[in-house]
C-alpha cells in the first residue's frame, strides 16, 4: 500500500493515513493470514518499521508521543521475533546455498537449510500460545493506530518542512556514523545499526517521493539493495550465534565445516560490498542534503 505524504496537503492529516494506514494494514494482515502464519508475520513487520521510522522522522515535534509508541510497536515486533528469526535462519542457509562456490558445499548447505527449516516448524507447532500472542498484537496495533490517530502538527508548512530536515539530517548523520565504526572493525552492532539507519532513510524517500519523484525514486531503490546486503550479513552474525548456543542442530561435523566456511567467505564479501554501497548512498553531507530536502518541501507545497 502506498505510504507517503504529500507536501501540497493538510500534514496531520497525511500523518494519519500514512501512519494508521500502515498499522491497520499490518491488524488485517495478522487476522486473515493470506499466504500463511509465517507471511504474515513477515508482512506485519515490515509495516511496524516504516511506522517507527515515520515516527523517527516527526519525533522533534511530538517527542512524547513518538517515544511511548515507538515502544509499543517495538514490544508488538518483538512479541513475534522468535517464529521471524527462525524463518530467517532457514532463508539464510537458503542464501548461502544459492551462492555455493562448489556442488558438495551445496549439498551440505542444502541439509542444514532442512534440518532448521524442521526447527521452524517444530517452533511453530509447540508454540501453543501464537494465537493469543497475534490477538495481543493485533490488540496493541489497534491502540497504537487510536493514539497516532489523535496526533496533530502545526498548519505552518515551513515549520513542518524544517522538521522533517533535522529528522533526514540525523538519521543521515547517524547512517555516515556508522559506516566509520564499520570501517573500524567488524562490530556486528555497526552493521546492525547501519541497516536500520538505511531502513529509515530508504523510507524517507518512499514517504517523500512527491518533493522529486525521479531522484527519490533512484535512491530508494539503491537503499533497498543495501538493506538486503544488509540483512544477510545480520542474519549471518544471528547464524553464527545459533551454531554456538544449539549446537546440537548442526550435529554432522562435515556439514558444520561447510556451513562455517560459508559463512565467514560471505560475511567478508557481503560487508565489503555493504560499505562501498554505502559510501555511495550516504555521499553527500548531512546537513546540505538535509537543506535541499527542506527547500524541496516548500517548493511543492507552495505550488
Same mark, same amino acid.
Given at each position: 500500500?502506498?505510504?507517503?505524504?504529500?507536501?501540497?496537503?493538510?500534514?496531520?492529516?497525511?500523518?494519519?493515513?500514512?501512519?494508521?494506514?500502515?498499522?491497520?494494514?499490518?491488524?488485517?494482515?495478522?487476522?486473515?493470514?493470506?499466504?500463511?502464519?509465517?507471511?504474515?508475520?513477515?508482512?506485519?513487520?515490515?509495516?511496524?518499521?516504516?511506522? *517507527?521510522?515515520?515516527?523517527?522522522?516527526?519525533?522533534?515535534?511530538?517527542?512524547?508521543?513518538?517515544?511511548?509508541?515507538?515502544?509499543?510497536?517495538?514490544?508488538?515486533?518483538?512479541?513475534?521475533?522468535?517464529?521471524?528469526?527462525?524463518?530467517?535462519?532457514?532463508?539464510?542457509?537458503?542464501?548461502?546455498?544459492?551462492?555455493?562456490?562448489?556442488?558438495?558445499?551445496?549439498?551440505?548447505?542444502?541439509?542444514?537449510?532442512?534440518?532448521? *527449516?524442521?526447527?521452524?516448524?517444530?517452533?511453530?507447532?509447540?508454540?501453543?500460545?501464537?494465537?493469543?500472542?497475534?490477538?495481543?498484537?493485533?490488540?496493541?496495533?489497534?491502540?497504537?493506530?487510536?493514539?497516532?490517530?489523535?496526533?496533530?502538527?502545526?498548519?505552518?508548512?515551513?515549520?513542518?518542512?524544517?522538521?522533517?530536515?533535522?529528522?533526514?539530517?540525523?538519521?543521515?548523520?547517524?547512517?555516515?556514523?556508522?559506516?566509520?565504526?564499520?570501517?573500524?572493525?567488524?562490530?556486528?552492532?555497526?552493521?546492525?545499526?547501519?541497516?536500520?539507519?538505511?531502513?529509515?532513510?530508504?523510507?524517507?524517500?518512499?514517504?517523500?517521493?512527491?518533493?522529486?519523484?525521479?531522484?527519490?525514486?533512484?535512491?530508494?531503490?539503491?537503499?533497498?539493495?543495501?538493506?538486503?546486503?544488509?540483512?544477510?550479513?545480520?542474519?549471518?552474525?544471528?547464524?553464527?550465534?545459533?551454531?554456538?548456543?544449539?549446537?546440537?542442530?548442526?550435529?554432522?561435523?562435515?556439514?558444520?565445516?561447510?556451513?562455517?566456511?560459508?559463512?565467514?567467505?560471505?560475511?567478508?564479501?557481503?560487508?565489503?560490498?555493504?560499505?562501498?554501497?554505502?559510501?555511495?548512498?550516504?555521499?553527500?553531507?548531512?546537513?546540505?542534503?538535509?537543506?535541499?530536502?527542506?527547500?524541496?518541501?516548500?517548493?511543492?507545497?507552495?505550488?
Amino acid at each position: 500500500m502506498p505510504f507517503r505524504i504529500r507536501p501540497d496537503r493538510d500534514f496531520t492529516k497525511q500523518f494519519h493515513k500514512a501512519a494508521c494506514g500502515q498499522l491497520r494494514h499490518a491488524m488485517k494482515t495478522l487476522k486473515e493470514r493470506p499466504d500463511g502464519t509465517h507471511e504474515a508475520i513477515h508482512a506485519f513487520r515490515k509495516n511496524l518499521k516504516r511506522v *517507527r521510522s515515520l515516527l523517527r522522522l516527526v519525533s522533534r515535534e511530538i517527542p512524547e508521543t513518538r517515544t511511548k509508541e515507538n515502544a509499543r510497536l517495538r514490544d508488538v515486533g518483538a512479541s513475534l521475533s522468535a517464529i521471524r528469526d527462525a524463518t530467517a535462519l532457514a532463508e539464510t542457509v537458503g542464501y548461502l546455498k544459492d551462492n555455493a562456490r562448489d556442488p558438495e558445499e551445496a549439498e551440505a548447505l542444502q541439509r542444514v537449510t532442512d534440518r532448521l *527449516r524442521f526447527r521452524r516448524d517444530a517452533m511453530a507447532d509447540t508454540q501453543g500460545g501464537l494465537d493469543a500472542t497475534l490477538a495481543d498484537a493485533i490488540g496493541e496495533l489497534a491502540k497504537s493506530a487510536e493514539a497516532l490517530d489523535q496526533t496533530s502538527f502545526p498548519h505552518d508548512h515551513e515549520k513542518n518542512a524544517r522538521m522533517l530536515a533535522r529528522g533526514w539530517r540525523d538519521t543521515a548523520r547517524k547512517a555516515r556514523e556508522a559506516i566509520d565504526e564499520c570501517r573500524e572493525g567488524t562490530s556486528a552492532e555497526a552493521f546492525h545499526t547501519l541497516r536500520k539507519k538505511t531502513q529509515d532513510y530508504r523510507a524517507y524517500h518512499d514517504l517523500l517521493r512527491a518533493i522529486w519523484p525521479a531522484a527519490m525514486r533512484a535512491r530508494y531503490d539503491a537503499a533497498s539493495e543495501l538493506i538486503d546486503l544488509l540483512g544477510h550479513i545480520h542474519d549471518l552474525d544471528v547464524l553464527c550465534a545459533l551454531v554456538e548456543a544449539e549446537p546440537h542442530h548442526f550435529s554432522n561435523a562435515d556439514d558444520l565445516a561447510h556451513l562455517l566456511d560459508a559463512i565467514i567467505f560471505r560475511q567478508q564479501q557481503d560487508r565489503q560490498a555493504a560499505l562501498d554501497m554505502a559510501e555511495d548512498i550516504f555521499s553527500d553531507d548531512p546537513k546540505t542534503e538535509a537543506c535541499r530536502v527542506e527547500t524541496l518541501w516548500i517548493a511543492a507545497g507552495c505550488g
